[in-house]
C-alpha cells in the first residue's frame, strides 16, 4: 500500500519533470517551483491540498491510467523504474503494464541531468558528512 508521502513524493518527483497533474479531466495543474530550500514549496503544497480535498478522485498524472485515488488505496505500491529509478505506480496483486511515465520523455533517462528529488535539509546533509569525516 502507497502511503500519503510516497504519493506526495512521486507526484513532486514527476512535477520536477513536467508531467501534469490532469484534474477532472480538463484542468491541469503543474506547480511550479516543487522544492524550496529543505521543503516543498507553497505551490506544490497547494496543489496537494487541492488534491486531499476531493480525496484525489478524478485527478491524474499526465499519462498515466491510475487516479490518486487509486494509488492511496491499498491496492497500489509506489516503487522505482528499472529504466530510470523513477517512482511509478505498482499494483499489489493482479496483472498491470510495468510502462514508467518517462516512456513518453524523449530527453529521460539522462544521466548529465541532476535527477528530481525530495526536499533535502542542508545543515542535516552538513552534519552527516562532518561526522563521516572525523571518524577517519
Avoid at 490518486?68 to 491496492?75: G, H, M, N, R
Avoid at 541532476?114 to 552534519?127: D, E, G, K, V
Amino acid at each position: 500500500m502507497a502511503s500519503a508521502t510516497q504519493v506526495r513524493t512521486y507526484l513532486a518527483h514527476w512535477f520536477q519533470l513536467g508531467k501534469k497533474l490532469v484534474w477532472h479531466n480538463q484542468e491541469s495543474l503543474l506547480p511550479q517551483p516543487v522544492i524550496q530550500s529543505d521543503r516543498f514549496s507553497p505551490q506544490f503544497e497547494a496543489c496537494w491540498q487541492k488534491i486531499m480535498s476531493v480525496e484525489g478522485k478524478n485527478c491524474y498524472l499526465e499519462g498515466s491510467r491510475e487516479t490518486i485515488a487509486e494509488l492511496l488505496s491499498s491496492e497500489w505500491d509506489i516503487d522505482g523504474c528499472a529504466r530510470c529509478n523513477m517512482p511509478i505506480a505498482i499494483v499489489e496483486s493482479g496483472i498491470e503494464s510495468l510502462d514508467c511515465l518517462c516512456r513518453d520523455l524523449d530527453n529521460w533517462p539522462n544521466n548529465e541531468l541532476p535527477t528530481p528529488r525530495s526536499p533535502i535539509n542542508n545543515q542535516t546533509q552538513l552534519n552527516k558528512i562532518r561526522a563521516r569525516l572525523q571518524i577517519k
